[in-house]
Structures are given as C-alpha cells and as structure tokens.
Nanobody, 126 residues
Framework: QVQLGESGGGLVQAGGSLRLSCSASGRTFRWYGMGWFRHAPGTEREFVAAISWSGSNTSYEDSVKGRFTISRDNAKNTVYLQMNSLKPEDTAVYYC???????????????????WGQGTQVTVSS
C-alpha cells in the first residue's frame, strides 16, 4: 500500500514558477512509476508528466514540454514537478499517482495508476 501527499501548490502570476512535491509512504515506492495529472473545472483529469522507477525515463504532455520538469528522489520517497513559465491555462488541481508495477516505467494513462494523492490547487493569474 502506498499513500501519497502533494504540496507546493498556490497562487502565482503568469510567467512565474512553482515546485510541487509528492511524498510517498512505503518502502516499495522506489520501484514504481510515477505520474502527475491535473484536473480543471469542466475538463477531464489529464496527463501532465510521468517518470520511471529509476528516473531515467520521463514523458510530458505537449503543452508543458520545455516548461515543466518531473524528477524523483527515491531516498526521500518524493517526486517533484518543477513548473516554470506558468500560464493561466495551467490552472488546475494537480495530482500525483503511483503505479504498482515493479520497475514501473510511468504511464500517460490514468488507468495504469493504482494510488492517488488528494491533490493540490495551482492557480495562475493573468
């Protein structure tokens, strides 16, 4: 069982930066692929970024490429999402998620994730 908790959200002006953190419980965290998703009102929860268990493979949704960076520190059981050059359309609740696959690669699909955090609000003002 893995429990996830996000932090680092807040209100920022367009062009600003935020770093989200996702802390995980459980010794098996280091084997799992991790993802970040976001959910804005009136839309479906969408993929943002994913990272493999080792951190060697990452993937991003097209609109955040070059602006967001996903990383992980397995010694700290934490995944990060560095968000730069934020835009109003990035406003959403951001969720981290973990799969339960040993040597997980991190998927772009919500269905591949078994554990979810409670979310953290990111609001970007214009």
């Amino acid at each position: 069982q893995v429990q996830l908790g996000e932090s680092g959200g807040g209100l920022v002006q367009a062009g600003g930066s935020l770093r989200l953190s996702c802390s995980a419980s459980g010794r098996t965290f280091r084997w799992y692929g991790m993802g970040w998703f976001r959910h804005a009102p009136g839309t479906e929860r969408e993929f943002v970024a994913a990272i493999s268990w080792s951190g060697s493979n990452t993937s991003y949704e097209d609109s955040v490429k070059g602006r967001f960076t996903i990383s992980r520190d397995n010694a700290k059981n934490t995944v990060y999402l560095q968000m730069n050059s934020l835009k109003p359309e990035d406003t959403a609740v951001y969720y981290c998620a973990a799969d339960s696959i040993r040597y997980g690669l991190g998927s772009r699909s919500r269905a591949e994730y078994d554990y979810w955090g409670q979310g953290t609000q990111v609001t970007v003002s214009s």
